[in-house]
């Protein structure tokens, strides 16, 4: 089992972390590890972290103090948590709730919070290949698809959101991590699809950057619906991104584009200016 502090209240309400051995640091400073934007918090105000089985919260000299299940938290104390604990920051102004669920196997990091980079893949011609190999031989296809895909995600520091059917949904604290691993991807399947013809695996991607709602696991928003719909106008085997991913992911000047697309998404207003990665040697 994993433990999990969740913001319950103020303006990070939803705003999830997974506790391990590296300790998660709580406060108004942006540079905390989850940041609660109030006056009244410290800048860095208490910190969580886990050891095996069991968690751990610390305050840290903060100037308004913490309680734990209505009792105040003398700074010198290392507390040990239980699931459905309550820490309050600063007399209520931000309520963090101790949860502990089944380890998440998908992922070996905590969803990213602030500026996103979005990444959804689509399995191309998914139904056609249903109807041509029938079920178990495209679930064996299915399989190796999804190995590939979360593979590459957590090596490039990814989140895997969820998995679609024949797509997946990741987020990325760095829009360069994000653009690269669209790119190792095209190329491992390029490589799979060499060496076994048997499996025609082609994907398209596309991805956006911005900021979303944290609930439960998963994000909302305008920049979660623009990455989707992006990846919906990519041909198999083309990655496409916003003009945003791009401005971010390209400073070191290493990464090849296509010229400047316009196109209009789906239940999103006005054009959407879009580029192609190119990923080929």
């Given amino acids: 089992m994993a433990y999990l502090i969740e913001i319950s209240s103020g303006p990070q309400q939803g705003e999830r972390q997974i506790l391990s ?28 972290w886990s050891a095996g089985d069991m968690a ?20 010198a104390d290392t507390l040990t948590l239980n699931s459905g604990d309550r820490i309050d920051l600063a007399e209520g102004k931000a309520i963090i709730v101790v ?36 079920d178990i031989k495209f679930r064996e296809i299915s ?3 999804e190995g590939v895909l979360g593979d590459a995600i957590r090596g490039h520091d990814g989140y ?15 829009s360069r991590n994000a653009v690269i691993c669209a790119m190792e991807i095209q190329k491992s399947l390029k490589i799979l699809r060499a060496k076994q013809p048997e499996l025609p695996i082609n994907v398209r991607i596309g991805l956006n950057t911005g900021e979303a709602i944290l609930e439960n696991g998963d994000y909302f928003g305008r920049a979660v619906s623009e990455a989707a719909r992006i990846s919906s106008k990519a041909e198999a085997e083309q990655i496409l991104i916003s003009s945003v991913t791009k401005r971010m992911a390209d400073s070191a000047g290493d990464l090849k584009f296509g010229e400047e ?4 998404l789906k239940g999103l207003p006005g054009d959407h200016t879009v580029f192609e990665v190119f990923w080929e040697e």
């Fill in 160 to 174: 895997i959101v969820k998995e679609m059917g024949d797509g997946f949904m990741a987020a990325f604290a760095s």
């Fill in 99 to 134: 949860l502990q669920e089944a380890a998440d196997t998908k992922n070996t990091s905590a969803p990213p919070s602030g500026t996103i980079t979005f990444l959804f893949s689509d399995m191309y011609g998914s139904t056609n290949l249903v109807n041509e190999l029938g």
């Fill in 261 to 264: 697309m316009e196109f209009e």
């Fill in 21 to 48: 051995d590296k300790h998660v640091i709580v406060g108004r400073s942006p540079t905390c590890d989850v940041t609660i934007d109030d006056p009244y918090v410290s800048g860095n105000h208490i910190e969580f």
């Fill in 56 to 75: 751990f919260a610390r305050d840290l000299n903060s100037s308004n103090g913490s309680s734990h299940n209505g009792n105040s938290i003398n700074p």
């Fill in 143 to 145: 399989r190796t698809h």
